[in-house]
């Protein structure tokens, strides 16, 4: 039969080496969900930025459509103008080269803003992308040396307890 002394150490070595294994064990999992919900922030954020991307492709599609709209209808009103009048040739010809060169500078002006919106979209994605590999690379799962470390000292230390209780000669 065993001595209450070595019961005792055991039990207290058993439930040290136990809360060890179960800090280890809970460290891993919230090392494990942090990384998750980076992952899960990350694709979230890339989602949005993807739909305001195509949100600003369409607005500038539209907005280009209506603008060659317009054009085609100043155009069309220049021609009749001019005809009704009996006016042709360079005037005429200058009259709508201008509106020309107005509509390319307006269709310019569109691709260079969505150019801009995109550009300022992507160092969007860039920063989502840097965040979130931080917070992973900041998850880190316990050191297994450290588990190894603190199960082999609550062995050694219930040992000591044994021994100093048990042998007089022990701690001397």
């Known amino acids: 039969m065993c001595e ?34 980076a992952i899960a922030e990350y694709e979230a954020n ?12 369409e ?29 042709m040739g360079i005037s005429a010809d200058a009259l709508l080269n201008d509106l020309a060169l107005q509509q390319n500078e307006r269709d310019d002006a569109t691709r260079t803003n969505i150019d801009w919106v995109l550009q300022q979209l992507r ?3 860039q920063g989502s992308a840097n965040v979130m590999q931080s917070r992973y690379n900041a998850a880190r799962n316990p050191s297994l040396g450290s588990l190894l470390i603190s199960v082999g000292g ?5 040992y000591d307890k044994y021994k100093t209780r048990t042998d007089p000669n022990w701690s001397k």
């Open 4 to 37: 209450p002394v070595s019961i005792i150490s055991g039990v207290s070595a058993g439930l040290g080496i136990a809360s060890s294994v179960a800090n280890y064990s809970q460290g891993k999992k919230n090392a494990k969900a942090q990384r998750a919900a």
């Open 46 to 57: 890339m989602r949005g930025l993807n739909t305001r991307g195509l949100q600003e492709l």
């Open 59 to 87: 607005a500038a599609a539209q907005t280009r459509l209506q603008q060659q709209r317009e054009y085609r209808a100043a155009r069309a009103q220049a021609i009749v103008a001019a005809e009704d009048a009996g006016v």
């Open 123 to 125: 160092e969007e994605q």
């Open 154 to 158: 609550q062995a050694i230390g219930a």
